[in-house]
């Protein structure tokens, strides 16, 4: 199939930041090449300058699903491009940079230098940082993400993929802002801003993330997912990648069904580092073996080739 010029051998792919390539090529060693488990693989969020992350603790996990608070830890351009760039050349699939900064300055310079490198298939903007005169996610607003992708279009001519916020009042017309100022593709949704309380007693309950609150992802996200896909896929032409606890075949089935191009696997990777391979294997069978179904919006003579085959079984 292909996706923005890039021919993958499946729609399935990693969501940022839930699978670490280089720890698991340490720990599968050259295993992890020959069944690698995504069609491409998107890095974590790079920054310009190195960042140390939140302070613990950075995880908690919910009745259906997991908030984290890693925040964003990364050697930064100048150490992604010398330390983890030739380790993830190395992977047999295309690989997708994922970017942030907290001004169009800023991320223009990651664009361009990731832009000029030729092991890297394309450009994924995760714009879920907050501008720094308003204080506002960029993303989280039509105007300010315009003006971003404006900025930073003209840098490459790699494929620009946005990461949108779910975090947002209206997601389709930022993801219909994206697409007029040259994005590429959009991928949604990160995750949805969330907080956890200390579990001990005492006079006054205090947030247990270091960070103060961090973002939901896995199963209890995926009802939202499906559905800003779909609101997305309304208004937009330029195809999607859909994510949003993503744990089997049918999962990513029904994201397809919403108006995603690719699906990407997050959380479900931390329980299981195949998880992805595992989901383009029921993928593959499902759309294999899918019949037409009794749906409340079929057509009249999809109905009829319905009918026809039940009447002839
Ligand atoms: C531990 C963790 C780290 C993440 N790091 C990043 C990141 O660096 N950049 C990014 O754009 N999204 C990041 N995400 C968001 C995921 O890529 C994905 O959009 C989100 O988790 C929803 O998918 P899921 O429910 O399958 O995990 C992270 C998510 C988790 C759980």
Known sequence: MRFCGLELAHPIVNGSGTFDAI??????????????????????????????????????????????????????????????????????????????????????????????RDEIAAIELNVSCPNVSTGLDIGAD????????????????KPLIVKLTPNTADVAAVAVAAEAEGADAVSL???LRAMAFEPRRGARARPWLGGG???????AIRAVALAQVAAVARRVSVPIVGMGGV????????????????????TQSF????????????????????????????????????????DSS
């Not at 294997?281 to 294999?288: D, F, G, M, R, V």
């Open 213 to 219: 609150s961090g973002g939901l992802s896995g199963p």
């Open 142 to 157: 039509p105007e300010s993400l315009a003006a971003l992708v404006r900025a930073v279009r003209p840098l490459t001519a």
């Open 23 to 116: 720890a698991a090529r340490r720990a599968f060693g050259d295993a992890l090449l020959e069944a690698f488990p995504f069609s491409a693989f998107v890095s974590k969020t790079i920054t310009l300058a190195p960042r140390d992350g939140n302070p613990p603790p950075r995880l908690w996990e919910t009745p259906a699903g997991m908030i984290n608070s890693i925040g964003l830890p990364n050697p930064g351009l100048a150490g992604y491009l010398e330390h983890d760039l030739p380790q993830l050349a190395q992977l047999p699939v295309p690989l997708i940079t994922n970017v942030m900064g907290p001004t169009a300055d800023e991320v223009g310079r990651l664009v361009e230098a990731i832009g000029e």
């Open 189 to 191: 949704i990160n995750t």
């Open 271 to 310: 329980r299981d580092p195949a998880a992805g391979a595992r989901v383009a294997t029921e993928l593959k069978s499902l759309q294999n073996t899918q019949k037409p179904s009794t749906r409340v919006n079929m057509t009249e003579a999809q109905v009829e080739v319905d009918t026809n085959s039940v």
């Open 247 to 266: 744990a089997s075949g049918e999962h990513a089935w029904e994201l397809l069904g919403a108006g995603a191009t690719l699906v990407a696997v997050g």
